[in-house]
C-alpha cells in the first residue's frame, strides 16, 4: 500500500510539524477508498443518481469533493436546491449503491498484512468511516480485518461527516487513544482535513486517485 503525506492547501503549519506518522501508536483508517477499492464505484453511482434528477456532472467535477459529506457536496454542486431534494439525492444514491455496487467492492491488496503488522508492533488501529453501519459489515468481510480492529466509529454514530472531524474524535475515543501519537490514514483531502480538525497527523494513501504532489 503506497502511502504519502496528504498537504492539501486547507492543512495549516500545525499539522505539517506535527508528530511523525512512523512514530503513532494509534492508527485511525478510512475505509471506502482507503481500505476497500470503492473510489470509482461511489463516483460512478452518484453521477447515475445525480443524472436521475437531471444534473450532468462529469467524473472529474464529482472526484474533486471525494470523501466529503454527502448533503454537503451536494450543497456546493447544486446550491439552488432545496435541502429536502438534497436528502432524496443522497438517500437515492445509497439505494443506487446498495443494490448495483457494494457487492462488488473488493478489498485493496495488502490491507489484512498492514493491520497484523501495526498489531505486532502493539500498535491499536480503530475506523473512522462516513459509511453506514451496513455497508461496513461487507466492507470487514472482505477486508478480513475485524478481529485486528479494536474500536469502530461509522456514518450511523455521527450528524456530520467528514470533513467535520466528528468521526475522528469518536474513533479516538473509542479506541481510548488518549496522549498517544495517532494519524489517521485516508485516501481524500477531506480525510486530511478531518484529521488536522482532529488534532491528529495525517497520513494519505493513493488508492483514491488524488495526486502525490
Request: aromatic share 6%; glycine share 8%.
Amino acid at each position: 500500500m503506497a502511502v504519502r503525506k496528504l498537504q492539501p492547501k486547507t492543512l495549516d503549519r500545525r499539522a505539517r510539524s506535527g508528530p511523525r506518522w512512523t512514530d503513532a501508536e494509534v492508527f485511525i483508517f478510512d475505509v471506502e477508498g482507503t481500505l476497500v477499492d470503492a473510489m470509482m464505484p461511489t463516483l460512478r453511482c452518484w453521477r447515475e443518481t445525480l443524472a436521475q434528477f437531471g444534473h450532468d456532472f462529469s467524473l472529474a467535477e464529482l472526484h474533486r469533493l471525494a470523501g466529503m459529506d454527502g448533503d454537503e457536496m451536494l450543497a456546493l454542486l447544486l446550491p439552488d436546491v432545496a435541502k429536502p431534494t438534497r436528502k432524496e439525492i443522497v438517500e437515492q444514491e445509497g439505494k443506487r449503491f446498495r443494490e448495483e455496487y457494494l457487492a462488488h467492492i473488493g478489498a485493496i491488496p495488502g490491507v489484512r498484512p498492514l493491520f497484523e503488522q501495526l498489531k505486532r508492533g502493539g500498535c491499536r488501529i480503530a475506523l473512522a468511516t462516513d459509511c453506514q453501519e451496513d455497508q461496513l459489515r461487507h466492507y470487514l468481510d472482505v477486508t478480513g480485518i475485524e478481529s485486528l480492529v479494536d474500536a469502530i466509529s461509522c456514518g450511523d454514530d455521527i450528524k456530520h461527516g467528514k470533513p467535520a472531524p466528528e468521526v475522528i474524535e469518536l474513533a479516538l475515543r473509542r479506541v481510548k487513544a488518549g496522549r498517544k501519537p495517532s494519524v489517521m490514514v485516508g485516501d481524500t483531502p477531506c480525510d486530511a482535513q478531518a484529521a488536522v480538525k482532529a488534532g491528529v497527523t495525517a497520513v494519505g494513501v493513493l488508492t483514491g486517485h488524488f495526486s502525490a504532489g
